[in-house]
Structures are given as structure tokens and as C-alpha cells.
């Protein structure tokens, strides 16, 4: 079985500057993925300034849907689920999936370190035609003691809902910009991360392990800023899976879209 992963943080549907709605554009990007599976974060499940400001019919296109985002982008080609993080007088946020297969269940997990940055890990079943799968849509926080015990809350809901080696995916923002969780999620859940599992069956990866003077894998990609990436935040981690290709989206339509760049990866079912 072949399944095609993607994974976005889509900062609300408003473009970094300016604050310019983007979600019919983000709508239009996300069907480029041409991905089963989709796994998104800052999600806006509603904003009422916005739906007010931006909601009228302009030139015969809504410049904000009256339904949620997650909705708005699954349409009819995929089911979707919502994970509601952030929560404000006008709204709230979170993460999302959206999936070809139908989602058995959802739960989501409040990770949040402090009252003034709600996080949370959205799990998902989705049903395919050869097994269940566990998806786990993940945005962790922006301080580093904070992250690792939200990956260790990571790593106890995967254990508590996959304990028997069940096929797993986790994608999403893990603001890991030293990677220091890796190590940890792969000894703790016997997971890969898709650009170090490409890289450790490469020459390239041979040659950094052999510097390195250890078996250590090479580094995730680069997603952030989506305009010259730089920083590793965004990540999709296996089990179970053969990773056939991964990639980062770059270029100009991906830079106007939102502050990362999207993930995508073809896997094989082991």
C-alpha cells in the first residue's frame, strides 16, 4: 500500500505581512499536494474579525469561507478533522487532518505548558483499505523546556494508543530548531524522520555518519522561513512505513502563502 503524506503550518490563512488573507489560495496550494493525508497546523476553526472584514463576495471569489478552514480545504475529496488549541473572543485555532480515508475517531490532547501558549496533539485514526493507521498532528511550543516535556506527552499518547508497533505517522511543527527531540521520539517509539531515513540509505548520509565518527543520521530539511528556508521546525515521522521520496516545496507561491514551507512524502506500507 502506497500513501502520500503532507504536512503545513498555514499561519491562520493570513499571509506573514500584512495580514492579507489567503485562504482560497491556500485551498488551491494544498490540491498541488495531490496528498491522501494531510496534516495541518494554525488552523483557524473560526475568526469572526475576519469572516466580518473579508467575508463578502469580491469579483465572484469569498475571500473568507463562512465554514471552518478545515473544512473549507477538505471539500468533498476529503474527510477532516479539528484539534482546537487557542481559543480568544473572536475564535480559535489549532491543528487539523484531512484525509482520503475515512477518520475513525479523533481526539485532541491539550499540551500546553502555560496559559499563554495553548498547544495541542490532534490523533486521528483514519481507516485504509489495508489497516488502521494512527496520525498524529503535532505544534509544539517556542521554548525548549517546554517542547521536551510536550514530546514526552507525545510519546506517552503514542504508546498509550499504538502500544503494539501499529502503523504510525506523525507530522507537523515541532519548533525543534537544534533537533534535539529526534534521538528521542526514534528510541522511544522506534520512528524515522522521512529526510533522515532518505539520507541514511545515501552516500551523502554514509559520509556525515563517518564524520561524525557515530551512526548518527543526517538532519531534517529545512522549512522555515517558507521565503529562504533556514531553520528545521517541520517534521513527519514513520513507523511502519518505507519512505520512497520527500520533499520540501519551495518557491514564490509557497513563500506568499504562509512563514513555512510544506512537507511532502510518498511511503510504502512495510
Partial sequence: MKIRVATYNIHKGVSSIRSTPRVVALKKAIAQFDADVVFLQEVQGRHDRYQDKFGEESRG???WPQSAQHEFFAGESHHSAYGMNAVYDHGHHGNALLSAYPIENSHNHDVSDHAYEQRGILHCV????T???HCFVVHLGLFESGRSRQNQALIDCVNK????????IIAGDFNDWRNTLSDKLRNALDVVEVFDELGSRSRIGDLVRGLAGRDK?????RT????LPWFRLDRIYVRGFKVDTAQVLHGTLWAKLSDHAPIVANLKLA
Fill in 131 to 133: 489497516c488502521p493507521i
Fill in 217 to 221: 543520521p543526517v538532519v531534517p530539511a
Fill in 224 to 227: 522555515f522561513p517558507a521565503a
Fill in 161 to 168: 494508543s499504538a502500544p503494539n508497533g501499529e502503523p504510525v
Fill in 61 to 63: 471569489h469569498r475571500h
Fill in 126 to 129: 483514519i481507516n485504509t483499505q
